[in-house]
C-alpha cells in the first residue's frame, strides 16, 4: 500500500510568498518592546502599591492597638531565666 503525502498550501508557495504571509522580524521586536516596558511599568505600580501598603499598616497598627485596649508588655516584661524547674 502507498503511502499518502498530503500537501498544504505553504507547501505549494514560493520562498518568497512565504516570506510575504508571515510577519517581519521588526513586528516581533516591537511587540516584545511593547510586552517588557508594559511588564516594567507594572512591576514599578506593584512596588508602590505595596510600599502604601506596608505605610498604611503602620498606621493602623496603633490605632487599632489603641481602639482596643492592648498595651505592649514586652518592654515592662524581665527576662527571668529557665522557667524549668526540676
Known sequence: ?????SRT???KMSPEALDASFPSARYFQVHFEYL???INDLKQQVNQAN???AELQQQL???SLRDIGVASYAVD???VGNLRQS
Open 51 to 53: 510600599q502604601q501598603i
Open 1 to 5: 500500500m502507498k503511502a499518502r503525502r
Open 77 to 79: 516584661t524581665q527576662p
Open 36 to 38: 517588557h516596558e508594559t
Open 61 to 63: 497598627q496603633p490605632a
Open 9 to 11: 498550501k505553504l507547501d
